[in-house]
């Protein structure tokens, strides 16, 4: 079974669409979103989803909470999840079609220990598919998945590594990074598609310069970005 595990806060208006797109695949999973003490009405569009769905899946939808960050979070849905995989979806974020049961049938091959998605951008602005281009080559080359790549990983290894470092930023860079001293996490396709709003928001070349200074930092170990970089757009 897949425990897919979404860290929310404030994401009242992209959760709809990721937990209905989410829960029409099939597979054997169970969806468990982490609220963060959102003060929208995140935790009101979870509540209701089953209702709207005439009560298919409510067994199959779990809402908890936890202290804001998506490290305590994602550790905190984490520890409530039965599934052989964790899978850690962001709320503006969704899965390909399939994704689901082919997690499933990974399941009985033990040499796959990890992975994540290539990424892509909603809508077709050719700026935002030239940074999911850039950062598909990016995890090409290094194999550390970002949170945006729906990163999975098999929940003993997970907890053998010690979860998500409590840190406010960069937390999957950092368990990435522990990641790759005992597998290679595999990439697959089609790509996950995440809002572009946030994106749109900020200003495309401006989201670029930060994404560009984000790898820098990562690859070639450039100075520590401030946690004022991150910005809570929603």
Same mark, same amino acid.
């Given at each position: ?10 994401e009242e208006?992209a ?9 029409e695949?099939?597979? *054997? ?5 982490? *609220? ?14 089953? @209702? *709207? ?9 779990? @809402? ?5 960050g ?11 999840a039965?599934?052989e ?8 974020t969704? @899965?390909?079609?399939q ?12 040499g796959?220990?990890a992975?994540?998605?290539r990424?892509?951008?909603s ?23 970002y949170?945006?790549q729906a990163?999975f990983?098999?929940?003993? @290894? ?13 937390e ?5 990074e522990?990641?790759?001293?005992v ?22 070349w ?10 820098l930092?990562?690859?070639?170990k450039?100075?520590y970005?401030?946690?004022?970089f ?5």
């Open positions: 079974m897949i425990s897919v595990v979404i860290p929310a806060y404030n208006r959760l709809p669409t990721t937990l209905r797109q989410l829960l695949q099939a597979g *054997d999973y169970e969806v468990i979103v982490v *609220d963060g003490e959102s003060s929208d009405g995140t935790c009101e569009v979870v509540r209701q989803l089953p @209702l *709207d769905r005439q009560c298919a899946i409510p067994s199959r939808l779990t @809402l908890i909470s936890a202290r804001k998506r490290a305590s979070q994602m550790n905190a849905g984490a520890k409530v039965r599934g995989w964790l899978l850690f979806l962001h709320a503006d969704v @899965l390909p079609v994704a689901l049961s082919r997690l499933n049938a990974l399941e009985s091959d033990l796959i220990l992975g994540g998605f990424h892509q951008f809508g077709s602005d050719w700026r935002l598919r030239m940074i999911s281009s850039l950062d598909n080559f990016r995890c090409i080359r290094s194999r550390i998945i949170g945006d990163l990983v098999r929940k003993s @290894l997970f907890e053998r590594l010690g979860g998500f470092p409590d840190q406010p930023i960069l999957d860079v950092a368990f990435c522990k990641l790759l001293r597998t290679t996490p595999v990439l697959l396709s089609p790509p996950v598609v995440t809002d572009a709003r946030k994106f749109l928001r900020m200003g495309v401006r989201s670029f310069v930060r994404v560009l200074l984000i790898i930092h990562v690859e070639f450039f100075p970005l401030p946690r004022g991150f910005q809570d757009i929603r």
